[in-house]
């Protein structure tokens, strides 16, 4: 059934940037845009295709005659230009160029010029430095724009470790900080989709300030600048968003940059299709390169359970150790070699490696050697729960935490019987997981700890984020003596003592439903910090003293 948008609000203006055909010259990319059926035409106002040096008077006429036939914008120049850079001249001639953009865009008719906000020097890693050098030089490029009667619109960048802010949040900031209230943005999905922002709640948040989407896709890692529908973002989202807001931004579709024709064709059609119809846009489940790993053996029937389900979707490798090792947690292989071997694996389409070491060293061998392409990884499904401070000693979680540490998302997950025969609900809880991730709903750093009862999935009463439960530890050691009179050990685990409150993962279990509980590496315990901090003058005085003697 159609969704209904709002009866105040027509449909955007849908465009293409003539960074969509880079390969054409940029008469020809604008004839193809308009030939396409758009209303609006951004030109990628860079080399190799339309930068200023390379505009002639009479391609200046053309421009302004376009104009007459569109909503046209210009996209100020971006390559090797920084108006954040911490040198001052490469900085003053960023700023020329911007405003070199306003004065074109006011002699050819166009509404807007698009610029960026430039990034910190991989020489000078300073935010707040940085961040002040893209105000004062921006602020110059705003006010002659206001002068010119052309619009400016602030587009957010990827610009990875160099980036200036991480949160939509921080980005408007620097909008702000220009005091210009005529100033408006240009929201990129794609680079959005990246950062990890939820471009449905920015397009809420912003509304009407931005002036363009730029629309493009991705899988979430790199702007790879795919049409619509081929990625991860969510447009059904996104399209709603727009519809309940009332945003009156430009539509500008930015795949390419060498698309053809046919592809400007069917990115036109999507973005049609999203906005009349947007239950038909559901974003494509992207297919994503899983690990799969556990402590209890490649053999183990909980595993293949989940291989079975994650399979139907995405791309699955096993890589597990070929004998159990519970309860083993983190430990590598550091003084003795790996060896694996191939094994058949039960599910069709699946490459499966029996490792002769623990699950943290299958996890370090696929992803260092074995199936180095993995986005995630998932460890399971483990017979018996891994709950409260027990994650720290789980084979299980060690896994997940080995890939955690080289920066792979990963799931553990446990089913909470030691005789467990209810795996299935465990493997679709997880399979929703990876597809969420999949497309883009779940951070891109992420560790989740994953614990289902071991009952029928009608009984299961639902899914909770859940905090680790505390216990406390009844392991009692044995003594005794072998044949020859020696003495050795036992480790004898009792009950354990769990105190069980609610919001924790032992209490959603014994209600009946299904505990994540979201970890992380930090386990700094700032409660004992100012302790110790106390105590290091007199330490550093004892090494003082000691060196006298």
Same mark, same amino acid.
């Given at each position: 059934?159609?969704?209904?948008?709002?009866?105040?609000?027509?449909?955007?203006?849908?465009?293409?940037?003539?960074?969509? $055909?880079?390969?054409?010259?940029?008469? *020809?990319?604008?004839?193809?845009?308009?030939?396409?059926?758009?209303?609006?035409?951004?030109?990628?106002?860079?080399?190799?295709?339309?930068?200023?040096?390379?505009?002639?008077?009479?391609?200046?006429?053309?421009?302004?005659?376009?104009?007459?036939?569109?909503?046209?914008?210009?996209?100020?120049?971006?390559?090797?230009?920084?108006?954040?850079?911490?040198?001052?001249?490469?900085?003053?001639?960023?700023?020329?160029?911007?405003?070199?953009?306003?004065?074109?865009?006011?002699?050819?008719?166009?509404?807007?010029?698009?610029?960026?906000?430039?990034?910190?020097?991989?020489?000078?890693?300073?935010?707040?430095?940085?961040?002040?050098?893209?105000?004062?030089? $921006?602020?110059?490029?705003?006010?002659?724009?206001?002068?010119?009667?052309?619009?400016?619109?602030?587009?957010?960048?990827?610009?990875?470790?160099?980036?200036?802010?991480?949160?939509?949040?921080?980005?408007?900031?620097?909008?702000?900080?220009?005091?210009?209230?005529?100033?408006?943005?240009?929201?990129?999905?794609?680079?959005?989709?990246?950062?990890?922002?939820?471009?449905?709640?920015?397009?809420?948040?912003?509304?009407?300030?931005?002036?363009?989407?730029?629309?493009?896709?991705?899988?979430?890692?790199?702007?790879?600048?795919?049409?619509?529908?081929? =990625?991860?973002?969510?447009?059904?989202?996104?399209?709603?968003?727009?519809?309940?807001?009332?945003?009156?931004?430009?539509?500008?579709?930015?795949?390419?940059?060498?698309?053809? /024709?046919?592809?400007?064709?069917?990115?036109?059609?999507?973005?049609?299709?999203?906005?009349?119809?947007?239950?038909?846009? +559901?974003?494509?489940?992207?297919?994503?390169?899983?690990?799969?790993?556990?402590?209890?053996?490649?053999?183990?029937?909980?595993?293949?359970? $989940?291989?079975?389900? $994650?399979?139907?979707?995405?791309?699955?490798?096993?890589? /597990?150790?070929?004998?159990?090792?519970?309860?083993? =947690?983190?430990?590598?292989?550091?003084?003795?070699?790996?060896?694996?071997?191939? +094994?058949?694996?039960?599910?069709?389409?699946?490459?499966?490696?029996?490792?002769?070491?623990?699950?943290?060293? #299958?996890?370090?061998? =696929?992803?260092? /050697?074995?199936?180095? *392409?993995?986005?995630?990884?998932?460890?399971?499904?483990?017979?018996?729960?891994?709950?409260?401070?027990?994650?720290?000693?789980?084979?299980?979680?060690?896994?997940?935490?080995?890939?955690?540490?080289?920066?792979?998302?990963?799931?553990?997950?446990?089913?909470?019987?030691?005789?467990?025969?209810?795996?299935?609900? /465990?493997?679709?809880?997880?399979? =929703?997981?990876?597809?969420?991730?999949?497309?883009?709903?779940?951070?891109?750093? +992420?560790?989740?700890?994953?614990?289902?009862?071991?009952?029928?999935?009608?009984?299961?009463?639902?899914?909770?984020?859940?905090?680790?439960?505390?216990?406390?530890?009844?392991?009692?050691?044995?003594?005794?003596?072998?044949?020859?009179?020696?003495?050795?050990?036992?480790?004898?685990?009792?009950?354990?003592?769990?105190?069980?409150?609610?919001?924790?993962?032992?209490?959603?279990?014994?209600?009946?439903?299904?505990?994540?509980?979201?970890?992380?590496?930090?386990?700094?315990?700032?409660? #004992?910090?100012?302790?110790?901090?106390?105590?290091?003058?007199?330490?550093?005085?004892?090494?003082?003293?000691?060196?006298?003697?």
């Amino acid at each position: 059934m159609k969704q209904p948008q709002p009866s105040t609000f027509q449909s955007p203006v849908l465009g293409a940037s003539t960074l969509c $055909l880079l390969f054409l010259p940029w008469r *020809e990319a604008i004839k193809e845009i308009l030939a396409q059926g758009f209303a609006a035409v951004e030109l990628f106002c860079d080399a190799p295709q339309a930068h200023f040096t390379q505009l002639s008077a009479e391609d200046r006429r053309a421009l302004k005659s376009f104009s007459s036939q569109c909503e046209l914008s210009l996209h100020a120049p971006t390559f090797e230009l920084n108006v954040a850079s911490a040198n001052p001249d490469a900085r003053a001639e960023a700023v020329r160029q911007y405003c070199q953009a306003v004065r074109l865009a006011a002699a050819v008719g166009a509404r807007r010029v698009v610029v960026h906000e430039g990034h910190m020097s991989y020489w000078k890693l300073d935010r707040r430095a940085a961040r002040q050098a893209a105000v004062d030089g $921006l602020s110059q490029v705003v006010a002659l724009a206001k002068q010119e009667g052309v619009t400016i619109a602030l587009e957010n960048t990827n610009y990875g470790k160099f980036a200036m802010y991480e949160t939509w949040q921080e980005w408007i900031s620097i909008a702000t900080d220009l005091h210009d209230p005529a100033l408006r943005l240009t929201l990129d999905t794609g680079h959005g989709q990246i950062a990890g922002w939820d471009i449905a709640a920015v397009i809420r948040a912003l509304g009407a300030q931005i002036a363009q989407i730029h629309i493009s896709d991705n899988k979430g890692t790199a702007d790879d600048h795919l049409l619509p529908g081929s =990625g991860v973002v969510n447009w059904q989202a996104i399209t709603r968003a727009v519809g309940e807001t009332g945003c009156r931004a430009t539509w500008i579709l930015e795949s390419g940059p060498f698309s053809s /024709a046919e592809e400007l064709r069917v990115g036109k059609e999507r973005m049609e299709q999203y906005w009349t119809d947007p239950g038909t846009c +559901v974003t494509a489940r992207a297919s994503v390169r899983i690990l799969v790993s556990n402590d209890d053996g490649v053999h183990f029937h909980g595993l293949w359970t $989940l291989v079975e389900e $994650l399979v139907l979707r995405h791309q699955v490798t096993v890589i /597990a150790p070929d004998r159990e090792q519970s309860g083993i =947690g983190t430990a590598i292989s550091l003084h003795g070699i790996l060896r694996a071997r191939a +094994v058949t694996a039960p599910v069709a389409g699946v490459s499966a490696y029996a490792v002769e070491g623990t699950p943290g060293d #299958c996890v370090s061998l =696929g992803l260092g /050697a074995l199936a180095k *392409e993995s986005e995630l990884v998932v460890s399971g499904i483990n017979e018996g729960s891994n709950l409260g401070d027990d994650a720290f000693l789980s084979g299980t979680v060690g896994a997940a935490f080995h890939a955690f540490f080289r920066g792979v998302p990963a799931i553990a997950v446990s089913v909470s019987s030691l005789h467990s025969t209810h795996f299935d609900p /465990a493997a679709r809880v997880v399979s =929703g997981l990876v597809d969420a991730f999949a497309n883009g709903r779940l951070p891109r750093r +992420v560790l989740l700890n994953v614990n289902v009862p071991d009952i029928p999935a009608r009984e299961i009463r639902g899914v909770r984020v859940t905090r680790p439960a505390r216990r406390r530890y009844n392991e009692q050691v044995r003594e005794e003596e072998d044949a020859r009179g020696k003495t050795y050990y036992w480790i004898v685990r009792e009950r354990p003592d769990w105190e069980i409150e609610e919001g924790t993962d032992i209490s959603a279990l014994q209600n009946g439903f299904i505990s994540i509980v979201p970890l992380r590496s930090d386990l700094r315990d700032e409660g #004992c910090v100012p302790s110790l901090e106390s105590l290091c003058e007199l330490l550093g005085r004892t090494l003082s003293d000691s060196d006298e003697i």
